[in-house]
């Protein structure tokens, strides 16, 4: 039970990879997805596509993030999510 704490957090942290892609991995096999995107928009300086990849990969870390840490609180006793942020 105390390993299946560092594996979620490592597949949570790891998610936002998954889905936006690996930049250098599209680009060296021609595979298209967010990142040979985002490459594509940086050499024509299309900064509206930049600046939307950039957003939904920041949304998607915060809400793996988010889930991360709601998923670690129903695993792990110890950690208990306040409302109240106080040492109640």
Do not use: H
């Not at 299309?46 to 920041?58: K, P």
């Not at 949304?59 to 106080?86: A, E, F, H």
């Amino acid at each position: 039970r105390n390993s299946l704490i560092v594996i979620t957090v490592n597949l949570f942290m790891s998610l936002p990879w998954l889905i936006s892609g690996y930049i250098i991995i599209e680009r060296i096999f021609g595979i298209p997805g967010m990142g040979s995107l985002m490459i594509d928009a940086i050499i024509k300086q299309d900064f509206n596509v930049v600046q939307a990849c950039i957003l939904i990969i920041t949304v998607l870390t915060i809400i793996c993030n988010i889930l991360s840490d709601i998923v670690l609180g129903l695993l792990d006793p110890r950690i208990r999510i306040s409302v109240t942020g106080g040492d109640k």
